[in-house]
């Protein structure tokens, strides 16, 4: 399933499973850090000052972090929107909506719930919103975890 990040300058179209190389290069002119763990053999594409991390596990997009308050370093905050969350969403930080907005695109909530997080699953993909210790972000990945 294609994911959508709608940055403020410039959309981006992502599909978990894309290698780390082609997501880099669609990523092209923004400011970008990788870091590498070649002993588990995941990396990470930072999307600098945008709020947006991108996590590779053996070459293959597992995860996106999207950090509605600030993310750590040289993060910062993102303040796009993606295809399945509106401005309305991301920018009020309100879980109700969050929960409304996905669950009127067909999303569901799990049989398992965890502290501090709200989950929504559809057939290919997890959105979760976390919010600890005054801290917000949005996860997209493929819910293989908790289904």
């Known amino acids: 399933m294609t994911l959508e990040l709608k940055f403020p300058t410039r959309d981006v179209s992502f599909t978990l499973g894309q290698s780390h190389s082609s997501a880099l290069e669609m990523l092209g002119e923004f400011e970008t850090a990788t870091q590498i763990d070649a002993e588990i053999q995941r990396s990470a594409i930072q999307v600098l000052h945008e709020g947006a991390e991108l996590l590779f596990e053996r070459d293959a997009l597992i995860a996106v972090f999207l950090y509605l308050?600030?993310?750590?370093?040289?993060?910062?905050?993102?303040?796009?929107?993606?295809?399945?969350?509106?401005?309305?969403?991301?920018?009020?930080?309100?879980?109700?909506?969050?929960?409304?907005?996905?669950?009127?695109?067909?999303?569901?909530?799990?049989?398992?719930?965890?502290?501090?997080?709200?989950?929504?699953?559809?057939?290919?993909?997890?959105?979760?919103?976390?919010?600890?210790?005054?801290?917000?972000?949005?996860?997209?990945?493929?819910?293989?975890?908790?289904?």
């Open 69 to 147: 308050t600030a993310g750590p370093g040289n993060l910062g905050v993102f303040r796009g929107t993606t295809d399945l969350l509106g401005k309305e969403i991301i920018e009020g930080q309100n879980e109700e909506k969050f929960i409304a907005s996905l669950e009127a695109q067909g999303f569901w909530a799990p049989k398992r719930s965890y502290p501090f997080s709200i989950d929504r699953l559809n057939e290919s993909l997890r959105i979760r919103w976390e919010k600890r210790k005054g801290q917000v972000l949005v996860l997209i990945d493929d819910g293989a975890r908790i289904r």
